[in-house]
C-alpha cells in the first residue's frame, strides 16, 4: 500500500460541497445577513455616482440655464456624490471588518471539527494517511476555506449586484445601446466555462501535490537523523527538489491560466466600451443620444467589466477552496471504523483483568491474516508473557486488546464481557500500555504524565515516584517535575523517557497492564529500575508483557510462543525450556549473543 498516493476526486458536485460548506456558517447566518445589507447599500451608493454626473452634464452642463440654477444643482450634486463616497466607505469597512470576524469564527470551528474528527478516528486511517497529508488539511486547505467565508461569499454577491444594477440602469437609459454593448458577453461565457474546467483540475492538482510535499517534509525531518547516519543528504534532497518542482509547474500553471483569463475579460470589456465610442458618438451627433447618457454608458462599461474580472479572481479562489472543500469533507465523511455499539455497556468500577481470546482471526488488509484462529486465556492478576519472531503477531494482540482495530473472526472478552459490546473508551481507561519507544510531549515532567488530567495531584507523583525508584532521577532534573522536555523528549535518554512512561501508567492505576517490547531500547542499569518499576506495577494487575528480551519474562507465569499468527508452545520458562522448542532455540540463541558480548569485553580490555 503506497500512503503517499491520495484518492482521486472526480465528478464531486459543487452543489454537493456548498451544501456542507454553508451548514458551518448557520450559526453565523445574522452576521452575514447584515454583510449583505451592507453591500446593498454599498453597491447602491457606488452606482449613484456615475448616474449624478449624467444628471449634472445633461440637466446643468449641456443645457441652457441660469448661472444661480446651475450653481446650486452642481452644490446639490457635489454634496450628494461626496455622500455617496463616505457611503461606500464606511460601509466597505463595516462590511470587512464584520466578515473578517465571520470567516475566522467558521474557521475555527472547521478547524476544532477535524481534529475531533482526527481524534476519533481508528489507526488504519493514520496507517494510510501520512503526517503531512493530515497537516495540509487541517492548515493550508482550511486556510482557503477562510478566504472563501471573509472574502468571497458577500463580495461575490455585492459584484453580482452591482452587474444586476448596472443592467437596470443602462436598459433605463438606452435599451439600443445596451443590448450592442452586451454582444461579447456570448464569448465571455464561453470562456468562463471553458475556463472552470482547466482552473479546477489545476487547483486539484496542485493541493495533491502539496501534500506530497509536506508528507515528504514531514517524513525527511523525523528521520533527519537516519539520513544523516547514512549520508543520504543528497538523495533526499534530490526526491524533495523533485518533488517541489512538480509543485511549483503546478502552481505556475494555475497563474498562468489566471494571468490569461484576466486579460482576457479586460479585452472583451474594451472591445465593448469601444463599441459604445463608436456607436454613442454617432448618436450624440444624430442628436439620438445625449452625451451624459454617452458618458455614463463608459462610465458603467467600465464598471461591468471591473466587477467581472473581480469575480474572475473570486472565481480562482472558490476553486481554490473547492478544491479544498473537497478533501476536507473527504476526510470528515470518513467513518470512524471502531465504534459503541448501540447498546455498549460500561465496565464495573474496578476490574478484574481476565482476558481471554476465542477463536481470533484478523487481518489489516483483506484476507491477509496475521493471526490465525487464536485461543488463549489470562487469569487475573497474571503475569503472561508474548515471544517469537518479528512478524509473529505479538504486537497484533496488544492492539486488538485496545480495540484500536476490530478482529474479522472469533470473540475477545475481558471479565466475561465481548469488548465489541463495551464502550471503546471505557475499554481503554482500563488497560494501561508502555510502548517501546515511548512518545514525550512538548511540556513539563508533570504535564507528560498526567496528560490534562488535572485530578492527578503534583504530591501523588511523586509518592508514586518514590514507590517505583524514579524520584531520584527527577530530582535530579533541572527543574525536577517542571523541567520542560520539549519536543519529543529530546532532553530525555531512551531509558529516562521509558522510565517516565512507566510512571504515567501508574498514575492512571489500570486494571489491565500491557508492556510492548518496553525494555528493548534500554542499558543495563535503567533496566534494573525498570525492572523495579514493574514489578511494583504489576503487584495485583493482570500484565501482558511482549519482549524480545526473554529475561524479561522469565518469571511470568505464563509465556506464549508465536510463530506466524499461530500460537505455536505455551507454559512457563522453565516448562518450555525442558520442551526444546521455539523458545529454547531463542533462549541458546540469547544466551550465546550474550557469551560471545561478555567475551569480546574481557578480550578488549
Not at 169 to 184: A, D, G, N, P, R
Not at 311 to 331: G, L, P, V
Amino acid at each position: 500500500m503506497n500512503i503517499h498516493k491520495e484518492k482521486q476526486l472526480v465528478n464531486v458536485v459543487d452543489r454537493k460541497l456548498i451544501t456542507k460548506l454553508l451548514v458551518f456558517a448557520k450559526p453565523y447566518w445574522k452576521k452575514i445577513l447584515l454583510a449583505f445589507f451592507l453591500a446593498s447599500i454599498f453597491v447602491v451608493a457606488n452606482l449613484a455616482q456615475p448616474y449624478l454626473i449624467k444628471v449634472a452634464i445633461d440637466d446643468y452642463l449641456t443645457v441652457q440655464t441660469s448661472v444661480e440654477e446651475s450653481f446650486q444643482g452642481f452644490v446639490m450634486i457635489g454634496v450628494l456624490f461626496l455622500f455617496t463616497i463616505f457611503l461606500t466607505s464606511s460601509m466597505t469597512y463595516l462590511q470587512e471588518k464584520l466578515l473578517q470576524f465571520t470567516g475566522q469564527s467558521i474557521i475555527f470551528d472547521i478547524r476544532q471539527k477535524i481534529f475531533r474528527h482526527l481524534a476519533s478516528m481508528h489507526m488504519q486511517f493514520f496507517d494510510r494517511n501520512p503526517v503531512g497529508r493530515i497537516v495540509t488539511r487541517v492548515t493550508h486547505d482550511t486556510e482557503a476555506l477562510n478566504q472563501l467565508y471573509s472574502q468571497v461569499i458577500v463580495n461575490l454577491v455585492k459584484e453580482v449586484l452591482i452587474l444586476i444594477g448596472i443592467v437596470f440602469i443602462l436598459l433605463q437609459m438606452s435599451v439600443e445601446l445596451t443590448l450592442l454593448s452586451f454582444t461579447v458577453i456570448p464569448i465571455l461565457v464561453i470562456l468562463v466555462f471553458y475556463y472552470k474546467r482547466l482552473i479546477r483540475d489545476a487547483h486539484r492538482y496542485t493541493r495533491l501535490l502539496l501534500s506530497r510535499l509536506n508528507s515528504n517534509l514531514a517524513e525527511n525531518l523525523n528521520g533527519i537523523g537516519i539520513i544523516q547516519f547514512f549520508t543520504r543528504e543528497r538523495k533526499q534532497l534530490h526526491q524533495f527538489d523533485h518533488l517541489n518542482n512538480e509543485h511549483y509547474r503546478a502552481g505556475m500553471r494555475g497563474t498562468i491560466l489566471n494571468s490569461i483569463f484576466n486579460p482576457a475579460i479586460g479585452f472583451l470589456g474594451n472591445i465593448a466600451l469601444a463599441i459604445i465610442i463608436w456607436y454613442g458618438g454617432r448618436g450624440v451627433m444624430d442628436s439620438a443620444l445625449t452625451f451624459g447618457v454617452v458618458y455614463a454608458f463608459t462610465h458603467y462599461i467600465r464598471q461591468f467589466f471591473q466587477p467581472l474580472m473581480a469575480i474572475a479572481d473570486k472565481y480562482n479562489q472558490i476553486q481554490t477552496a473547492m478544491a479544498s472543500s473537497e478533501r476536507i469533507f473527504d476526510m470528515l465523511d470518513e467513518k470512524p471504523q471502531i465504534n459503541d455499539s448501540p447498546n455498549a455497556k460500561n465496565f464495573p468500577n474496578k476490574i478484574d483483568g481476565k482476558i481471554q481470546f476465542h477463536n481470533v482471526s484478523f487481518a489489516y488488509q483483506p484476507d491477509e491474516y496475521v493471526l490465525k484462529d487464536i485461543s488463549f486465556q489470562i487469569n487475573s492478576g497474571e503475569t503472561v508473557g508474548f515471544v517469537g519472531a518479528t512478524g509473529a503477531g505479538k504486537s497484533s494482540i496488544i492492539n486488538l486488546i485496545n480495540r484500536f482495530y476490530d478482529i474479522q473472526k472469533g470473540t475477545i472478552f475481558i471479565d466475561g464481557y465481548d469488548i465489541k459490546q463495551v464502550k471503546v473508551e471505557d475499554v481503554r481507561r482500563r488497560i494501561g500500555v508502555i510502548q517501546q519507544d515511548p512518545f514525550i510531549f512538548t511540556g513539563d515532567v508533570l504535564y507528560n504524565i498526567r496528560l490534562h488530567h488535572e485530578h492527578i495531584s503534583e504530591e501523588e507523583i511523586i509518592k508514586l515516584a518514590k514507590s517505583i525508584g524514579i524520584h531520584d532521577f527527577i530530582s535530579s532534573l533541572p527543574k525536577g517535575y517542571q523541567t520542560l522536555l520539549g519536543e519529543q523528549g529530546v532532553t530525555l535518554s531512551s531509558g529516562q523517557k521509558q522510565l517516565i512512561s512507566f510512571l504515567r501508567a501508574l498514575a492512571f492505576d489500570p486494571d489491565v497492564l500491557i508492556l510492548d517490547e518496553a525494555t528493548a531500547n534500554i542499558d543495563t542499569e535503567t533496566e534494573e529500575l525498570v525492572q523495579q518499576a514493574l514489578h511494583y506495577l504489576s503487584h495485583g494487575r493482570t500484565t501482558i508483557i511482549v519482549a524480545h528480551r526473554l529475561s524479561t519474562i522469565k518469571h511470568a507465569d505464563n509465556i506464549i510462543v508465536m510463530d506466524k499468527g499461530e500460537i505455536r508452545e505455551t507454559g512457563n520458562h522453565e516448562e518450555l525450556l525442558k520442551q526444546r522448542g521455539i523458545y529454547h532455540h531463542l533462549y541458546e540463541l540469547q544466551n550465546k549473543e550474550a557469551i560471545d558480548t561478555k567475551n569480546m569485553s574481557y578480550s578488549s580490555s
